[in-house]
């Protein structure tokens, strides 16, 4: 489940956790809100910067126990599934397609 052998976030403390998080999602920030703004200046910069936050994320739970980042894991497994998501998405669009039928039909909903 690691990416990285050679953490040196493993055991930081919360302030400089969170003063690292700090600086980094200021860094993320402006990357995407340039992104966003059509100044596509994605690079190496930019995806380091997406890289050091896992890093940290990671070095911030190795001070979990086991068990505790176990749960936490298979709960975002499961919220970010990829068949769950696009089985919800198909689930919206054909309730909005009935929706929209029942509108020019004129049927009513139950």
């Not at 920030?29 to 910067?49: P, Q, R, S, Y």
């Not at 086991?66 to 919220?79: L, P």
């Not at 919206?92 to 509108?103: G, N, T």
């Amino acid at each position: 489940m690691k990416h990285f052998e050679n953490n040196v976030n493993d055991g930081m403390g919360r302030t400089e956790s969170v003063d690292t998080l700090i600086e980094l999602t200021g860094c993320i920030t402006v990357n995407a809100l340039m992104t966003a703004g059509g100044e596509d200046e994605t690079d190496e910069k930019d995806a380091g910067a997406w890289w050091a936050v896992i890093a940290l994320a990671e070095g911030v739970l190795s001070g979990y126990p086991e068990e505790v980042s176990k749960k936490g894991f298979d709960v975002v497994n499961e919220n970010t599934n990829r068949e769950l998501v696009e089985k919800a998405r198909r689930k919206e669009a054909e309730e909005s397609a009935k929706r929209v039928m029942r509108v020019i039909f004129g049927i009513k909903e139950d």
